[in-house]
């Protein structure tokens, strides 16, 4: 699977963009506190403790005709609702989430996981997810 992951940090808000060529229904992506693997950025640029105001997932080729995106502190975050810190509600080709309030997460290992969990198991899902956090302190 060919996943790039990039971050954008400005004052207290982080971007990160997910851009995945081949998604399938169990194609995941660990965001890091470092800059290893695919992570692109700052050594520190995935904080331990945050806040989410914003997730984006838009299908934009490949045989899946939906997404229904979750991302959570633990490997295949679906799999435990209390690990989950945000949970699409219904299967769609684009999703924008914005909670009511943010949705604060506390990751002690600097770990989140994304997983698009595309309608298909054909390796040729192209999507590309945002995520938007509120960082209170980078220390």
Known sequence: MATTVTHHRQGKMLTVIIVETAATSTTETTLTS?????????????PIHAALVRQSCALTSGTATTIDPVLGTITNPGSRVDKIIVNNAT?????NNVPVRSVSYYAADGLLY????????TADGAVTTEYLFVVEDWA
Do not use: E, K, L
């Not at 299967?91 to 999703?95: D, L, V, W, Y």
């Not at 994304?114 to 198991?121: E, G, N, P, Q």
């Open 34 to 46: 470092t800059a290893a693997g695919t992570n692109t950025g700052p050594a520190d640029i995935m």
């Open 91 to 95: 299967a769609a080709a684009a999703i």
């Open 114 to 121: 994304h997983r698009s969990v595309t309608d298909s198991a």
